[in-house]
Each structure stands twice: as structure tokens, then as C-alpha cells.
């Protein structure tokens, strides 16, 4: 099983249960407390302090690993939100056809004809800015694309002969959607979720550097990026932390979802 | 240089291996040819037969050193006009394919250009080859359209491939690989996709024109009455291995191995056709129907009637609105006029308003086994589901159902956690099968379920379906293209044409004289097994015409 398993999905695999374990083990690994003013303003990276200090004088792997944390528990819950709606409403278009699938083709159109960032710090704006919200607000608005393609994957399936069958037998939507559909659409699904997952962590990142995401004291990702970014112009490096970590979890996560979609797609010779 | 004696393709001792990887595996090569050896000569037609796997497209494509999709030479040589083709890399085989040997593929509408007209196309390679000038060649062309029995041969290549009739279009194949005056031609399958009555003339103009020209050719087909028309030899696979190899008279008269006389006696059902009597179990009446957003009429007023334990064959080509007719009666296309009544009771029109009890009294064939079948649920839950779904069965008692169910289709209750993939197609056909019984209906209703199947496979399926229409007393709503498939199991017969039931009866009346002009057309293109049938027909034809 292990051995079988190629050496970019290996990297992959390895890179994401990284960052996962930090995730959940933060406040068992991270050095000091996650507010927790330790040194100096910008001190450099020492034995106390790994990658430094923030500019506020906290210890920046502890920021980094809490960070982390809160980026990726909302990306995770957002994407499942997404993705749970997106399918499902994505599957019952395309099986009832006719004026269910005009009304939320259209609705989902209207939605998407505005850019996501834009609707999002409207809605945010007059929101309070709580966590809930913000996965609740970032999930529905990432469903319309999951929508999109769920629907275009379901449509080529619902054609098949033997959705034909299912339906001359009487079975109902739920069965025609989870046991006919959704087996046979899960690999382009997973694919994309590994996709969507790093666009929610993008999208959190860029509320917070904006200032209307995760709310300080609180760390996340894009919020190190902001604290930090006026130390880029000192020549201090430490915004660029949260970058790298957010590129190589962004390049492992999808390494992996290749190689899910690649074994899925051997399985038993289906799609 | 050559001396006459010398055959044009040698082939000696040819292996062919491919590269498989099984769910989960690591790749594995296997050999899928095992050693093949034959001559042709000048001016011969060999007939390749054998079932799908038997490796008929892949020898016929050794010819021209090609292997198909992974598919590799491992073994073996092919000489063409004396040099070894194998041997020669590069430039040579260039010069060789669409040059000293072309191909026609089963499909033509899948190989042309739809954007390029069709004279381009025919003539391409024989100028690309410098065989010809681009005019010569076009001449060339023009008499090649007019001896394959083109209409206006001098104007049909300034037309698009979709504009011209897939009889047609598979004649204008087969000019295009006689256009560079090749030595050898393989014909795969060029008559398999056509109807009966398009096929006759395909055949004839590619016989008339492997006469007229002298080249030899290479005639792959898994039906032995097709092949028995066209070729002086013909050699027999099976799963890669050479199982007969004679001349045309000599496997169709005398086979000698017990494979080659089961494809011979094939199709060889004897059927008692059942009186028409009781009530009829479904009814059709004045059905007519169209599709959304057309304006004409696919069916028009069909009457049929169809009696319990019977089987009501629906004849006709592609087009004739036969598989329309399983829809308006499956409910999937409601009509737009006209009355269906079964079992004594108006069946709705539509679908979503019928009862559970209608739908589980008619249950559906399909003709491709492969897409009737979810390809992520096991034989378990395939045939399980309708069980569960009509009768409310559980747990043990809807496992022995299942086995009970797999034992009448004459499959072993080992398949029961096996996936369609790794099915034959005649198991996945059986399956679907059992998938029908398991709702314990009155009508089945079979679109084309033997059509993609292999002749011997096909048979094995017409037989277990008549034996479970004794047992189970289910009535077959039979539709089908082919006649032999009709007379094997019908007790009674439509036929349609063009939307509509030209001849209706039982299956004594509709197969015996007089004939109406179509039933005649239809019936005389049946291909029989013998040689010099073709002929036949074709002077019976002429004669009748001269006689209006």
C-alpha cells in the first residue's frame, strides 16, 4: 500500500499532515502563549525565537502555528460548507431539469456576475464579523462555483442508461443524488475540493489582510501578513512566513487531491 | 522485380502483446496474439472472423505495422511486396501506409474531417504519396465514385461528409483507400454499423470494386455470412489463436473444428410461435408521438398488441422510430395521441403519474449492458435494489432472492460482489436481466440486447430469455434490427418504417408471401451463409426492376 504510492503524493501527504498536526497540537507545540509579548520589536531569529519576532515583540512561531490553525479550521469548515450545498443543489438541478434548474442556474449566475472579494466585504461590512459568519459567508459564496460543476458533472451521468433505469423504477431525488449520481462523480468532485480548500485559505488570508477576518488579538495567516508588512520595508522578513506556509499548503494539498483522483479514477474501471 | 509465385503478405509466426494494468496493479504485459501465420495473394480477399478479443483488427492492422492503443509487435514477421515491414522504421512505413496499403475502419462518419469536403480527403494521400497530381487523382476519384455506385460521382466530392448518407459515406471510404492504387486494402468491419438493407449495396460495390482492380484485401468481420460473400479464404480466431484456416466453400460447408461449426449453425433457434389468443396483456392504440421542440411526427398512429407470455418482435432500421416506441410505452416520452392500456388498466402517459405497481409489472433491456449498470454499485446491489425497492425485502431473505436470481440467469452466486467492469458483456447482459426478473414483471420490454454481443454470446442470451419466458410466463416486447434474432424468438412481428407499422401480424403471416415492398427489401437483406447469395439478390433485384 505505502510502497505504491508515488513520491509527489508521498511530499504531498507528508506536507499537509504537517501543517494538520500543528493545527491541532497547537497549544501543545507552540513555544509561548499565542498573545503572549515575549522580546523586542522585530527581533531576529534566535534559540528563544525561532523565526523571530512580531512586531509587536510576540514570538512568531507561535503566531505561525496558531495562525495556521485558525486559517485552516476555517478553510476545512467553509470548503465543507461549499461543497455539501454546491453538490448537492448541483445534483438536483441536473436530475429535475426544467424550472428548479432555471431558478438556481440563474440565481447561482447572478451571484457569481459579482467578484466574491467585493460581495463578501459588502456582506461583511454590515455583519458582525464572528467566525460563524465568516465561514458561513465564504462557503455559500464558493457553493455557486462547486454548483457550476457539479451540475455539469451530473448532467453527463444523468443521461447514462442507468439513471434511466432508476428513474423507470420510481426510485426518488435522494436516490437518483447519493446512490447513482455521487459515486460516480466524486472523483472530478475531490479534485476540486482540493482546489476550492486552498481558495478558501486564500480568501480567508485576504479578509484578514484586509481587516475584516479574523479579528486581533486572534493570529491567522493573512493576519501576520498585515502586521507585519511594514517590516518588508526595514528589510524584515517576517511577513514572509505566512506566505511560504500558505504556498506549500497550497502545493502539498493538491499533490494529494492528484493522486486521490488518479486512484479513484483505477478503481474498478469506472469514470 | 517479384516473381508471381511470391505472395504479396506473408506473415509469419506474429505475436502482439499489450500492456495492461489491473485495478490496483502494477502494469503487466500479456501476449494477445499468439502466433499467426498466413499468405495472400495478388488479387485475394482473406476474411478475418472471430468474436471481439480475438485479435481480428489487430493482425488486420499488423499489416501496416500498426498497433492500436498500446497494443505492440512483439514477435514474428510481416512481409508486404517482399521487403519485412517490421524491420523498416520511419520514412519506409510512411511510404508504405496510405500508399502500398490503406485501411477502411468500421466507422466512417467517426474518420473524416466533418470541415474538409470529401474530394480532399480521398485524394490526400495518394498525392501526398506523389503517387498522383492532384488532378490525375481527382480523376481517378470520379471513376472510383462512379464503379462504388456513387450518385452524381462527379460532384459528390465538392459535398461535406454530413452531407451524404452513412452508406455513403462508408463507399467514399473505401475510395479513398483504392485511390492511391494500393496493393493491399484492410477492410475492418466496413458494414458493420450500416443497416441490412445499406449494408447489400456496400458490400457489392467493395466486392465489384476488389474485382475490378485487382488489389487483395484483408476483410475483418465477426459475421461469417458477410464475410462468406466477399472472400476466396477465410481464417478463424479465437482469443488470439488461429482455429481454422480454408477456403470460403470449405468452412462454410465443411467446418472441421467444433468452434467454426458452432459459428456456422449460430442463430439456429428453433422457436414454436404461440397462438394469439386471451386477452392482450398490453395495448397499443393510435400512438402518436414527436420529440420537444420538433414539428413532425416519429410515430404515427402505431396499433400493436402484445399477449401474456408472448413475445411481440419490433422490426426496422435505424430511424424507424422502433426505440421511440419502448419510450412512449416506458412512459419516458409521453405521447401525444393515443391510448395505452395494460393488463386491463389505462396506463398513463407520463412517468411521474404512474403506480408503483405499473412500474414494476413492465420493466426495460437495454442494448448496452455496459451503461445500463451503475458502474460503482456490485451484482449485489444491482439486482438487490429492486427487491428492496418493490417488495421491501431485507437482509437474508433478499440474499437468497438474489441467489435464487443468479442461479436462473446460470451465473453462480460468486458473482454477487463482483462490479460490472469485471463482467463479460454477455454476464453484464445476463445481469440486467436478472435485474428485470428480481421486480417479477408481466412485460419486459428488450431494446437491441443482443446487438452489441458477439453471435455465439447473443445466442446463449435469446435462449435463456425463451427458457425464462417459460418459467416465469413474461410477455417480450422484442425490438431488434436483425432478422434472425426476430424469427428465433417472435410469436408475433411489426415492422416499421419511417414512424410508422408497415406489416403487423403473427410471425407465420408476416415472414410468408406476399410481401409488401419493404418486408421484401428487408427480408431479401437478410445475408444468408452460402456463397454467391449476394449475387443473387443483386440479379433478382435488377431483374425486377427491369421488369417495372
Redesign the interface.
Known sequence: MIRNIPLAAMVGLMFTGLYFAMAILAPWIAPYGMAEIVGDVWEPSSPEHLLGTDNIGRDLLTRMIYGGRTTIFIATVATLISFCTGSILGFWAAVAGGWVDQLLSRFVDLVMSIPSLILALVILSVMPVTVPVLVVVMGVLDSTRVFRLSRAVAVDITVMDYVEAAKLRGEGYRWVIFREILPNALSPLVAEMGLRFIFMVLFISTLSFLGLGIQPPEADWGGIVKENADGINYGIGAALYPAVAIATLAISVNLVADWVLNRTTSLKGGR | MQTTQSPLLQVRDLKIGATI?P??GRPQDIEIVHGVSFDLQKGRVLGLIGESGAGKSTIGLSAMAYGRGGVKITGGQVWVNGRDILQTGGSNLRALRGGEVTYVSQSAAASFNPAKKIMDQVVEAAVHQGKFTRSAAEKRAVQLFEKLGLPDPENIGSRYPHQVSGGQLQRCMTALALCPEPDLVVFDEPTTALDVTTQIDVLMAIKEAIRDTGVAAIYITHDLAVVAQVSDDIMVLKMGDMVEYGTTEQIITAPREAYTKALVSVRSIDHQEKPAEGTPLLRVEGISARYKGTNFDVLKNVNVELRPGQTLAVVGESGSGKSTLARVI???LPARQGRLSFDGRVLSPD?PA?S?ED??EL??I?Q?AD???????TVGTIIG??LE?YFGMKGDEKKRRIKELLEEIEMGDGFIDR?P??LSGGQKQRVCIA?ALA?KPKLIICDEVTSALDPLVADGILKLLLNLQKVEDVAYLFITHDLATVRAIADSIAVMYKGEVVRYGTKSDVLAPPFDDYTDLLLSSVPEMRTGWLEDVIANRKMESAGH
Not at chain 2, 451503461?371 to 454499485?377: F, G, I
Open positions: 494494468t485495478p490496483g416506458t412512459g419516458l412517468l404512474r408503483r412500474l414494476r420493466q426495460m437495454y448496452m451503461v445500463a449498470m451503475n458502474p460503482r454499485q435494489r429492486p425497492f462490479y467492469a469485471e435485474r421486480a
